[in-house]
């Protein structure tokens, strides 16, 4: 835990969240400021800072992450029609919380390249 990191926050209970679902290893709310009609993020209870920081000893709590993101996206019917998962470091691509997350985006259409 990080006392100055949002998502830990939110992990501790600190800070509300509108959880969707948690296991021991990962947590996954809505976002605040949803970009999709579907817009939740997954994070793992671990502080870890992005994807630049995963180290040997995160592959468990990665391989959670992706199971809960395929849970949600089974949850939320999108697993048929498509959804995207994301995860941003840095500033050019917009990182703004420096706790490791991935976004599913879904419940309409994607467009690609991404702004
Ligand atoms: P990123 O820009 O990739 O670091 O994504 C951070 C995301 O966290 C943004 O989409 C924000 O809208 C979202 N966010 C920030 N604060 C909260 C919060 N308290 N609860 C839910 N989502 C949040």
Known sequence: ????????????GKIPADTVLET???LAFRDINPQAPVHVLVIPKKHIVSAMELGDADG???????????????NER???GGFRLVTNHGAE????????H?????GRAMGWPPG
């Open 93 to 100: 691509a917009g990182q703004s919380v420096f706790h490791l």
């Open 24 to 26: 021991d290893r990962i």
């Open 1 to 12: 835990m990080s006392e100055d990191c949002l998502f830990c926050q939110i992990v501790a």
């Open 60 to 74: 468990e709590d990665l391989a959670a992450c992706f199971e809960a993101a395929r849970e949600v996206a089974r």
């Open 102 to 106: 991935f976004h599913v985006l879904g």
């Open 78 to 80: 999108l697993d048929s």
